[in-house]
């Protein structure tokens, strides 16, 4: 699958592919947030949006007959056109998945391109509709009959059997889940660089929400409702909205176990060596920080350090949520991290690949991308290498496949984009090689490295007898 954006922040054109693990890294404000946002908003618009048209008839026979059968191959067929209406109508709300002006992105589109119709595989399907006890609606299907089986439980002439606009939302849910299972991913989970003041101004935002609630309620306040909103005005990019959901959720999210709890206590271990501690939340819903060194210390988040808040809604994910074939996107996840914690969090994602959670990442951390580099390289498993990885402490579990990598430079490059006669110096993406005995070929770190290290050694071990510049007084 291949995800193609124009006119978005300063990027002109751009396409990109997922891989188990992704990463776009460059200087900053060449557009690496601005490709992850938007592809995390399109993931979460084709999962939350009907895209695929329900035949009225087939909905006729379901209310008349109690169940229907529904093809999937006509739609495998009419994808991409479905994919490019979605494409349209999601582009057209751009605007608010970054909190900008429509005008801002009057010109701005993604779209997603699937590699090979034919490649795809159909998903296994349940959808139910209804309470636990009582389901009034069943959508089913599995990878190899290529169809819907859509049932009504509920008594077709029954006032409890759902309004048809609900069955045909659910059957396009249905239909999508099936097609786009295998390209895109149903469940998403975003950190954004926002992260570090969500947790701590969370209950300022609802306190704030709340305030206005109460004002409108008193019918004493003298503002008027509508002078009263704007002055409580405040819009959020879509990925911070959804981080300040998380965060106020916690209560209730610590009732869950992820898969990762259950089964891979080693790779929960790796995430507490990296904030020194552990997150817990109180009866009364307050996030804490307990530090290894004393688990008797309780420290509020104000209290903490910024890696530690850097990381909480990632930690909770983790231990909590998480799901095998879930994608993860952190914007810098070496966000406050000492270098040896940004080489941890490289490690951490090699485990977490492996154990089939997708990861995608914004960096400008060389040490995250030269720790990948080393088990990149360890992947090669010869008796010198895996001795090698013994004793420097690294497990094969956390030794990388180049091939599951895709890695892609925000920077200016020459390209033609569409609709253009001739080629020009345009922000882009490139891909980068990625060797599997060398790893990432990032030039944007490598460039900085080399000309860093060429001033040192002129300063170190230059000939004092050379005048570059001389004084011309």
């Not at 997150?279 to 307990?290: C, D, H, N, P, T």
């Amino acid at each position: 699958m291949r995800i193609r954006i124009k006119n978005l922040g300063v990027i002109k054109q751009a396409e990109f592919s997922l891989g188990d693990l992704t990463i776009i890294c460059g200087k900053n404000n060449s557009g690496k947030t601005y490709a992850m946002h938007a592809a995390y908003g399109f993931f979460d618009f084709l999962n939350v949006t009907p895209v695929f048209p329900v035949d009225p008839g087939a909905l006729d026979r379901l209310y008349k007959e109690g169940s229907i059968i529904v093809p999937l191959e006509p739609y495998l067929e009419n994808l991409n056109e479905y994919l490019d209406k979605a494409a349209e109508n999601y582009s057209a709300a751009l605007f608010r998945v970054f909190a900008g002006s429509e005008r801002q992105f009057d010109n701005s589109s993604v779209t997603i391109i699937p590699e090979s119709v034919g490649k795809i595989v159909f998903s296994d399907v349940e959808i139910t509709i209804g309470s636990t006890e009582k389901g009034i609606l069943k959508v089913v299907s599995t990878k190899d009959k290529g169809a819907l089986d859509v049932s009504l439980l509920a008594n077709k002439s029954n006032e409890s059997a759902p309004p048809v606009h609900i069955a045909r939302d659910v059957i396009s849910d249905g239909i999508g889940r099936a097609i786009l299972g295998s390209i895109i991913p149903a469940r998403l989970f975003l950190a954004s660089a926002e992260r570090t003041g969500a947790a701590i101004f969370q209950k300022e935002l609802d306190f704030t929400r709340n305030r206005i609630l109460e004002l409108l309620g008193d019918k004493t306040e003298k503002l008027h409702p509508i002078q009263l909103l704007d002055s409580f005005r405040g819009e959020y990019p879509l990925a911070v909205r959804r981080n300040v959901d998380f965060i106020r959720d916690l209560p209730n999210v610590v009732k869950k176990e992820s898969f990762l709890l259950k089964n891979h206590p080693e790779l929960l271990k790796t995430f507490t060596d990296i904030i020194g501690g552990e997150f817990r939340v109180s009866r009364s819903g307050e996030v804490q920080y307990a530090p290894s060194y004393n688990s008797r210390v309780k420290l509020e988040l104000v209290e903490s350090s910024s890696s530690v808040r850097s990381l909480l809604d990632i930690g909770f994910y983790l231990r909590h949520m998480a799901m095998s074939g879930d994608l993860l996107m952190i914007d810098e996840p070496e966000l406050n991290l000492h270098p040896e914690n940004q080489r941890k969090m490289a490690r951490l994602f090699a485990m977490l690949i492996n154990v089939g959670i997708k990861i995608f990442v914004t960096t400008h951390s060389d040490y995250l991308i030269k720790e990948l580099n080393t088990l990149i390289a360890f992947n090669q498993k010869t008796p010198r290498l895996l001795a090698l990885a013994e004793r420097e402490g690294y497990k094969p579990y956390e030794f990388m496949d180049p091939s599951r990598v895709r890695v892609f430079v925000a920077e200016m490059a020459s390209i033609r984009p569409d609709g253009m006669s001739r080629s020009g110096s345009y922000n882009t993406l490139t891909m980068a090689d990625i060797d599997p005995v060398m790893g990432i070929q990032a030039s944007t770190f490598d460039n900085s490295i080399e000309e860093m290290n060429r001033i040192q050694d002129e300063i170190y071990w230059g000939d004092e007898t050379v005048v570059l510049n001389p004084d011309p007084s």
